[in-house]
DNA sequence: TAGAGTCGTTGATCTAGATCAAATTGGCAA
DNA sequence: TTGCCAATTTGATCTAGATCAACGACTCTA
């Protein structure tokens, strides 16, 4: 590699124009005039290490997130000191938008493995929004596309036996990866069992025991955090054909 | 009654600014001029029968609305072909503000009793909202308050009991109703005993056994759809300290 | 590289709340 | 009014999945 391509290399890494996940981040659908507006706004790259905090709640909302690497998990803490999680993060979804109702972080996110952001000032955001038509009708469309994914998992949460629950999960991940470039049946999972529980109403051994059975009837192959889907049918089939995206924070699409 | 009044009524209730609601619903902390601004493109009134739809999963995008009087519930309908009701909308709640994501609904809201509602155009809010900084910052605000509403929701749905999911749903309606005037500890609940199951994720059989033994620790009064509650403290102990606001539908305060 | 702590798995038991069943009440159409 | 249907209540039983318990496997630290 020439001294030329690695200087080609770093700039391509710093604008969204040239990011790989721009048709999945906020971006989408804007002109390329517009796009050097937002790009001007971004302060870029920022490196979380696993177990920190990107936000946390009651910190008062100054930007939101879009997630270059890596992923996190966002959750509320209940009465009883306890968490509830919300949603998993991955890259190219937008996080903190939580914030706008009271201008203050409603949850926490913390990060499952090392990962990278960008950071977007929010009332830079918000007071170009009013310039561009196109970016305010996208942020209109993430919140509202939030709304429903934690709708459809509250249906899953309120009616669906364990199984379901974890299938559709399962789905889900699978889903959201494979529209990130990764392969559709094969991944690691970046957080724990016990995350995974607390996300879907469950007990940690009910996920075990689920995930054993899913291997024994060649479902799955489950080796630690990697999970290789073998039959994505009959895994559709547990699910009731619907996938849960847990991912409380925004998707383009 | 004169003439004379009955005309002044009449122009009173055509009107965001004098309307009863004025403080609960969109217009709220919008200056007068954009206030009339407002006021133009808004539909006044109209009348819907109980169990009559006000939109449909699947309807495309015209409008949003603000409810006047009466009550709705929002569902999904999930694989199997069962509701899954998503929430409850009282007055001075904008509804239909979900199907931005996709430019159509993904619920359908059907009236609990006989209501009224203003309809809002959706484009015409949307470049309204392009032009009143306020209202477009008005806009995310109750957009990202639903989502928090919603994970309060999961929360609930995730980890608390049966006990816990009634009282705090219980304490939600009383506070929602107190803020529109009503008083906070005698209501009547438009939902059938059934809805608030089916929103709580339990059995009709759960609910009803609640409400009994609720009311022999004398803490409600229940008859048929008549709350009284009793003990306020008591029932907020129950609740664990949190009131769900199950609207799943944007509030503004 | 030993030791401690965390995470995951598997088995045994228990229980909150579902499901099934039946009676009661209320609302409403004819 | 009567009769029917839907909603609610109450009781009896059953079960999915929680909880408790014990152990094996990884991982991090020193």
Same mark, same amino acid.
């Given at each position: 590699m020439t001294d030329n391509q690695i200087i080609k290399l770093s700039e391509l890494k710093s604008h969204c124009q040239n990011c790989s996940l721009y048709d999945l981040c906020l971006p989408m659908g804007l002109k390329?005039?517009? !796009?050097d507006s937002l790009d001007n706004v971004i302060k870029r790259r920022q490196s979380i290490n696993k177990n920190n905090f990107l936000f946390r709640l009651g910190d008062s909302l100054k930007s939101v997130y879009a997630i270059r690497s890596g992923s996190?998990?966002?959750y509320l803490i209940n009465t009883d000191g306890n968490e509830q999680i919300v949603g998993f993060s991955l890259p190219g979804e937008l996080l903190g938008m939580d914030a706008i109702g009271e201008n203050q972080h409603t949850c926490t996110a913390k990060a499952l493995e090392t990962s990278s952001v960008c950071e977007i000032p929010f009332d830079r955001l918000e007071s170009l929004a009013r310039d561009i038509p196109n970016l305010q009708h996208q942020l209109f469309r993430l919140l509202s596309k939030e709304i429903q994914q934690d709708q459809n998992l509250m249906l899953? !949460?309120?009616q669906m036996p364990a199984e379901?629950?974890?299938?559709s999960f399962l789905l889900g991940m699978s889903e959201r990866l494979s529209k990130r470039g990764y392969a559709a049946n094969e991944f690691n999972?970046?957080?724990?069992?016990?995350?995974i529980a607390n996300l879907l109403g469950m007990a940690v051994e009910t996920i075990s025991r689920l995930l054993s059975h899913f291997q024994e009837n060649s479902l799955l192959n489950v080796e630690r955090k990697h999970i290789t889907i073998l039959?994505?049918?009959k895994l559709r089939q547990l699910a009731n054909h619907s996938a849960v995206n847990c991912s409380n924070s925004s998707q383009v699409s």
């Open positions: 390329t005039g517009d !796009l996190f998990k966002t899953l !949460l309120a379901t629950r974890l299938a999972l970046s957080m724990s069992r016990g995350d039959d994505m049918d």
